[in-house]
């Protein structure tokens, strides 16, 4: 009984004991290391958002686009399939557009210029992205300088105070080292994963991209009414 009581006393004096830090108190430990880390997570969360919209405005059901694109054709309604594509305004009807523009044409020379138009929206669709990739691999880096620095300051003050140094003032040094490691870390966690997140999504569209291309070449191969 006394020893469990001991160690609920113990319990209960370590809860106590505990000091909670404010996390902005916590970053400006970090110093000056903190601010291009807190650039590049902003600039990491603003791409994410920005790409993730675009990405998702580029994604529609566009089988009653193919539809009616396939009745013009086979009318010979050429001019109203070009204005069909325009008023739509997305990148598989601007891919389309390409490929009825060369109606007429080798079908080798029609693939060609939907598969430009197609790497070229594809192109717009990475935008910025490796901005992402850049944070990924340079916000830990930048941490990692912090800490170098963090602690070049600890042994900076330890050989200017020799023994008469305290705890308090290794301390600033030391949280420097720590705080930035962490920071750079979690912001470089958090930019792979956008990076991965947007890149998949962009792969999607892609394959999207391809598959309504596909289609249309299957369309040209189709008898005419």
């Not at 070049?152 to 330890?158: G, H, K, L």
Request: aromatic share 6%; proline share 3%; hydrophobic share 45%.
């Amino acid at each position: 009984m006394d020893s469990t009581g001991a160690m609920e006393q113990m319990a209960t004096v370590a809860a106590e004991t505990q000091e909670k830090i404010p996390i902005m108190e916590l970053a400006l430990k970090g110093g000056w290391i903190m601010i291009p880390i807190v650039l590049l997570l902003l600039v990491c969360v603003y791409v994410f958002v920005e790409r993730l919209a675009v990405i998702q405005r580029s994604v529609h059901d566009e089988a009653g686009l193919l539809d009616s694109i396939r009745d013009y054709v086979m009318d010979g309604r050429l001019d109203s399939a070009k204005t069909l594509c325009r008023n739509t305004d997305t990148p598989t009807s601007r891919i389309i557009e390409k490929g009825v523009d060369r109606i007429g044409k080798p079908v080798e020379n029609i693939k060609a210029a939907m598969e430009d138009a197609g790497n070229l929206e594809v192109a717009r669709l990475e935008k910025r992205v490796g901005w992402l990739s850049t944070t990924a691999g340079a916000a830990p880096m930048i941490g990692f300088l912090g800490t170098v620095t963090g602690m070049v300051r600890v042994f900076f003050d330890m050989a200017s105070k020799g023994s008469n140094i305290e705890v308090g003032t290794l301390a600033n040094g030391m949280y420097q080292a720590m705080v930035t490691t962490v920071a750079g870390l979690i912001v470089g966690i958090i930019a792979y994963a956008c990076y991965n997140i947007v890149v998949s999504r962009i792969g999607r569209v892609t394959h999207e991209f391809e598959s309504r291309s596909a289609q249309f070449m299957d369309l040209l191969n189709e008898p005419v009414k």
